[in-house]
């Protein structure tokens, strides 16, 4: 019997034919199962995600997508943001079937089983292939960190809750409070 060689890293390719029905992303080679989002991640999401397509329509900026959609970041690297936005400029990177390249803003929703990976390995995939903004949001301690790429990969820029107006680097103009967003979750 052969014993799997750990050095062997899956590919889009590979990815490509998982099964439709599962939820996955290829991370470094790794083929990882992603659990079903809960209610609050989900309503959360669906929020967030509305405030910000709508802010994009209405100021003509770009598009808005919700998971799952694949983002291609490499042969061995397939993610699945929450959310993810795409400015007009970056438009040829949008394709039928995924992303093929660095979105320019990425939002991860923390829950128990991706707090982790999401804080440490997606903060330094997304710097290293070059998405602009990245926010994680908990809805444990009701705050998003607002992270924006520097010369030594993501920089906070703030930590928002309660009652404080979020904004973006990213999209000048966009504010949301997020104690709105938090009573509802």
């Given at each position: 019997m052969a014993?799997?060689?750990?050095?062997?890293?899956?590919t889009v390719q590979d990815y490509s034919n998982t099964p439709e029905d599962k939820r996955c992303e290829l991370l470094d080679g790794e083929l990882i199962t992603a659990t079903v989002p809960g209610e609050i991640h989900q309503s959360f999401s669906a929020q967030l995600g509305w405030r910000l397509v709508q802010f994009a329509s209405e100021n003509s900026l770009g598009r808005v997508y919700h998971a799952p959609f694949d983002v291609v970041l490499s042969d061995t690297d397939v993610v699945q943001p929450d959310l993810l936005f795409v400015s007009n400029e970056r438009s040829q990177i949008i394709t039928p079937e995924n992303i093929r390249g660095a979105p320019d803003l990425v939002v991860e929703i923390l829950s128990p089983s991706t707090a982790t990976r999401d804080r440490t390995f997606k903060r330094t995939l997304y710097a290293r292939h070059g998405v602009k903004e990245y926010w994680l949001v908990d809805t444990t301690e009701k705050d998003v960190t607002v992270l924006l790429l520097g010369d030594r990969g993501f920089e906070v820029v703030d930590v928002y809750g309660g009652s404080e107006a979020m904004t973006s680097p990213t999209l000048p103009g966009f504010r949301l409070t997020l104690d709105?967003?938090?009573l509802t979750v």
């Open positions: 014993i799997p060689d750990p050095a062997v890293k899956f709105d967003m938090f």
